[in-house]
């Protein structure tokens, strides 16, 4: 498997990063998140560790903006964006991609796969533009083929999705994302189920775009790959964050003892 150096195709557009500040939320009477703050700067790998059920999903949600906080504020280099106009607030989704546990892919090929999440993220006009090349006879499908490169596929791309391995569909899910170009990438438990190949595969991929200037938030169960692709990691308990740190700090000298009891495999609740 040969894999190719992704480029960007346009200039990074976050300069501050993309963070919570003091957020909580919750669902009906129950919540999940108690003022919570974070975030994650372009050129760096956050790793989210925590038991199951203490909200690490729930916070890449937020900051994907899939949920509204009930309190405290998602800002995109500075701003609220719950405070921008809709339209506003579209322009700064379009700059967040996200991969879930579950790759979802529909029945087609694998390169319509792809495709299909760059142009839900297109706004009309480049939509519209995209179009009339396409009437002119002028293709641009060169960014859809170099991001199936960065995780090995680009040779699958005429494939059925459907005929993949449940690796390989992970694998297809994060060059979907990786496809629109966006400022930051967040993955939720994307190698949780993969074999050590195709989890090498991804690591290696959130490699390339931390590279290439992307802020990556990874949610994990898995100490040793946080470990391995961290450049901070951020300790989850019952909706809080309890220590964040660089990451070798973090795994040796942990500041709160539930964190080092939790990274001793203790039990902390």
């Given at each position: ?30 919540g ?45 280099d ?18 967040v991609?996200?991969?879930?546990q ?12 792809v ?12 939509r519209i ?64 189920d ?34 391995r ?13 309890i220590e ?26």
């Amino acid at each position: 498997m040969q894999q190719r150096r992704w480029k960007r195709k346009r200039k990074r557009r976050a300069e501050n990063g993309l963070a919570v500040t003091n957020v909580s939320h919750g669902f009906a009477d129950n919540g999940v998140l108690d003022e919570v703050t974070f975030g994650v700067a372009p050129g760096e790998t956050v790793a989210i560790i925590g038991p199951s059920g203490t909200g690490k999903t729930t916070l890449l949600r937020l900051l994907s903006l899939f949920y509204q906080p009930d309190t405290g504020t998602v800002e995109m280099d500075g701003a609220d964006v719950w405070a921008l106009s809709e339209r506003e607030r579209l322009d700064v989704r379009r700059r967040v991609g996200m991969v879930f546990q579950e790759a979802n892919l529909f029945d087609a090929t694998v390169r319509r796969n792809v495709e299909y999440g760059r142009h839900i993220r297109r706004s009309w006009r480049d939509r519209i533009a995209r179009w009339l090349s396409r009437l002119r006879g002028e293709h641009a499908n060169g960014d859809i083929t170099e991001a199936l490169e960065v995780v090995g596929l680009a040779d699958a791309e005429g494939q059925s999705a459907s005929s993949l391995s449940g690796g390989q569909k992970q694998r297809v899910a994060f060059a979907r994302a990786l496809a629109y170009d966006p400022d930051f990438l967040l993955l939720d438990e994307p190698t949780s189920d993969l074999d050590p190949r195709n989890t090498a595969v991804i690591e290696e991929a959130i490699e390339t775009a931390r590279r290439q200037g992307l802020g990556v938030a990874v949610a994990t169960h898995d100490m040793h790959q946080a470990e391995r692709i961290a450049d901070r990691v951020a300790v989850m308990l019952e909706g809080r964050l309890i220590e964040v740190g660089p990451a070798e700090q973090v795994f040796t000298m942990p500041e709160d003892p539930r964190a080092r009891k939790f990274i001793e495999g203790e039990l902390v609740y």
